[in-house]
């Protein structure tokens, strides 16, 4: 398992506007050795595209890496890295205080999805390929499973046209994440916390 940590200067992790390195540690052998160091610093232009580009190039560079770690991981740092399926911690330190403990809860998680645990599942609304689920119920049901565990199967494996989702957010891997399964989604947001997403196969006109 590949650990991404952004450190500053004193080598403690730092937050997204400081200026530092990512190191990409790996455990071989009970021992964490560094496989890569990237420079970090994000453009001070002021304009959104370019930082977002920024951070993007810098989420490209860390393939192989699912796990990152800063001090404070908010914004378009953290919109970005979780839309790339990336597992965010925030944490104080110097990586020989915490490695270990990210990489043995990692595991722990892997472990739990890989046991036959019972996931909630869309429930057909009608014969013609509607489905229905409440992510936000669903979620409050069974604590620790994610919107990617809940949907990504049903959006792998099942013939469907429509399903429509209730929810309080949109899931931020939404933006990109959606891309490789042939659909485009519509949003109506009711209110701060009531919001309903409709996911369409794309059909030829």
């Known amino acids: 398992m590949k650990i991404a940590v952004f450190l500053g200067k004193d080598n403690n992790t730092a937050s997204i506007y400081d200026v530092g390195i990512i ?41 192989g890496c699912k796990v990152f770690i800063g001090k404070e991981v908010t914004g378009l740092l953290f919109n970005v890295l979780e839309n790339k399926g990336f597992n965010i911690w925030e944490m104080e330190g110097k990586p020989e205080q915490f490695l270990d403990y990210v990489y043995y809860k990692e595991k722990e998680e892997l472990n739990k999805e890989e046991k036959n645990e019972v996931i909630p599942f869309p429930i057909k609304k009608s014969e013609n390929g509607c489905y ?39 899931p931020g891997w939404f933006e990109n994440g959606l891309d490789c399964y042939n659909v485009e989604k519509e949003v109506i947001k009711y209110n701060e916390k009531d919001i309903k997403i409709f996911v369409r196969k794309k059909v030829c006109g």
């Open 23 to 63: 190191n990409v540690y790996d455990n071989e052998n009970g021992y964490w050795h560094i496989l890569k160091t990237i420079d970090f610093k994000l453009s001070n232009t002021g304009k959104f595209n370019i930082i977002r580009e920024n951070i993007i190039s810098i989420a490209n560079s860390l393939k």
């Open 132 to 170: 229905f689920i409440n992510l936000k119920k669903a979620q409050e049901n069974n604590k620790g499973i994610s919107s990617k565990q809940i949907l990504i199967p049903f959006l792998k494996n099942t013939p469907f046209y429509e399903l429509e989702i209730q929810c309080s957010h949109v």
